[in-house]
């Protein structure tokens, strides 16, 4: 994998976890690094979940990774609020 291929990966893993952020209750703190490794790690669990579902862009199967990232959005919603309880 090149350097291009790498961060035309990052972008679309970021997007997928940005269009996920969206869809589920939950803020991903922090910048587009951030929501870079959030889009990775749910590309991952998506493709463990649902293997390689869907159309493919640079490397990242988009459906299972938006869905992964939601799964890991809403996760560490659901921890955060427990840390700084706000959980009921």
């Known amino acids: 994998m090149g350097i291009l291929s790498f961060i035309l990966f990052l972008i679309v893993a970021a997007a997928c976890a940005w269009i996920a952020e969206k869809l589920v209750p939950g803020v991903i703190p922090?910048?587009?690094?951030?929501?870079?490794?959030?889009g990775i790690i749910g590309a991952w669990i998506g493709g463990a979940l649902l293997g390689g579902l869907g159309p493919d862009l640079a490397g990242v199967s988009l459906i299972p990774c938006i869905i992964g990232s939601a799964v890991f959005v809403f996760l560490l919603s659901l921890v955060s609020s427990v840390l700084h309880g706000n959980a009921v």
């Open 30 to 38: 922090g910048g587009f690094l951030t929501t870079a490794v959030v």
